[in-house]
């Protein structure tokens, strides 16, 4: 069959056309002329973005890559910020974005497979076709929700500044004190052993918009998903023990057993993740909660104890545990008062 008679093919170029302004009609070499650099800064930023090396003699570029490069090598020539720094930038873009059209794109799918009771590869099929049509409204949605999330962000750098007030910081501590909290799925291995790939499917996806919906609606952050598991962070410690006991309710009543943990500390944010013995520790304490329940350490159950809301929650000692790589660790039980 020829490329004109290709139906996939030809929604292909659509999208290309769409997206990219036309297929692509330069090599490395050529684009590397035409943004004005080595071909190593080229190949550099294409592998920032996530991509793979291409063959020199292949024609895979367009005035749209060339665009996108230049304007960024400007504003490092001109010192608006470093190499290095504009290497994060396209990085955190390039994986955050293959994150983002992946979800997009499995969501429609599966809406296809549901609404039109079609097959997988039917229904990415009928997605394929749909996609001209829909990224405009998909862009449009990006744009707008990267302002609404850069706001919010720099509202909590406003507010963690004020809170420092005429405090000069100390360079040995992180540099964020936040609520850090896990939540993992009961027997997840076994549970998802049983399950055909549509009903596996159905679970992972009711378990994260699930807890992604709890977490935001109690005013937390959810930091990343990790197949059964989801880490958030929260401002203050009482929005983060709220959050993980709403999370053990609303799990429980959809029958899926949870459990969780809770520990306020400092912690270090980059790339999207967050870092700090705190981590380590809360997700330790999830490990060996049992099902249902919310552990803390000692001293944020402390610290829960004397703010504010305390009277909301009861707190329990259990059992001290011995946890490698941490030592001794006094777990306290977290809960709702009823």
């Known amino acids: ?16 056309e769409r997206l990219l302004g036309g297929p692509g009609v330069m090599t490395v070499a050529e684009f590397a002329a035409a943004a004005e650099v080595p071909e190593h800064v080229v190949r550099t930023y294409w592998r920032a973005l996530g991509f793979a090396d291409v063959p020199a003699a292949e024609h895979w570029f367009t005035d749209a890559d060339v665009t996108a490069l230049r304007s960024l090598v400007d504003v490092v020539t001109e010192g608006g910020m470093s190499l290095t720094t504009a290497q994060d930038l396209v990085r955190a873009l390039g994986h955050s ?16 497979s549901t609404r039109f009771e079609l097959d997988d590869v039917s229904a990415r099929l009928v997605v394929l076709d749909r996609l001209v049509e829909l990224s405009p409204l998909l862009r449009e949605q990006l744009d707008y929700a990267w302002r609404r999330q850069l706001a919010a962000l720099l509202g909590r750098i406003d507010k963690d500044v004020s809170q420092l007030g005429n405090e000069t910081p100390d360079p040995g501590q992180l540099p964020l004190e936040r609520a850090v909290g896990f939540i993992d799925i009961v027997s997840y291995t076994t549970r998802a ?66 459990r969780g943990s809770v520990v306020w ?14 981590v380590n520790l809360a997700s330790r304490l999830t490990d060996i909660a049992g099902p249902g329940t919310v552990l803390m350490d000692d001293v944020s159950a402390a610290l829960l104890e004397g703010g504010p809301g305390a009277r909301d929650f009861t ?10 790589g941490l030592g001794e660790v006094h777990p306290v039980r977290v809960a709702r008062t009823v």
């Open 265 to 278: 500390g400092r912690v270090l944010s980059r790339s999207g993740d967050i870092f700090g013995p705190v």
């Open 97 to 112: 974005m293959d994150r983002l059209v992946l979800w997009q794109v499995e969501a429609l799918v599966q809406d296809a």
């Open 193 to 258: 052993a049983d399950l055909d790939p549509a009903a596996l499917a159905t679970l992972v996806q009711d378990f994260e918009t699930a807890a992604r919906d709890v977490v935001a609606q109690t005013g937390g952050r959810v930091v990343k998903t990790i197949g059964d598991a989801v880490l958030f962070v929260a401002d203050d410690l009482f929005t983060g023990v709220q959050v993980a006991t709403d999370l053990v309710t609303t799990m429980e009543a959809r029958d899926l057993p949870v």
């Open 1 to 16: 069959m020829s490329e004109r008679n290709d139906p996939d093919l030809s929604t292909l170029r659509r999208h290309e």
């Open 315 to 324: 707190l329990e000692p259990v059992d001290w545990q011995s946890v490698p």
